[in-house]
């Protein structure tokens, strides 16, 4: 089961990643589902570094870093996608 939640949330942060960045990026939708979910491990890695990752309420904090991974992956990786593909 956590699993299909792995791949759900790597859908929503990968998603919200691509909201976040400017452009076009030509990636399919599986690959921003992979680099989502690789986002999420490396952003809760980092909350988990910084303290930050379980707070009281909602970790706001820990969700931004997230998504943050997850832009940079996908801004550095759609360049590469697109040149292979062209």
């Keep these: ?3 299909l939640w ?3 949330a790597g859908l929503v942060i990968g998603l919200l990643a691509k909201l976040v960045i400017p452009g076009r990026q030509p990636i399919p939708l599986w ?3 992979l680099l989502g979910i ?3 491990v490396a952003g809760n890695g980092l909350a988990t570094a910084f303290g930050v990752r ?3 309420g ?3 904090i820990r969700h ?3 998504i943050g991974v997850a832009a940079v992956l996908i801004a550095f990786v759609s360049p590469l996608w697109a ?3 062209a």
């Design 1 to 3: 089961m956590s699993f």
């Design 6 to 8: 792995a791949i759900i």
């Design 31 to 33: 690959l921003t589902v």
């Design 38 to 40: 690789l986002g999420g």
């Design 54 to 56: 379980d707070t009281g």
């Design 58 to 60: 909602i970790d706001w």
């Design 64 to 66: 931004i870093l997230q």
């Design 83 to 85: 040149r292979r593909h």
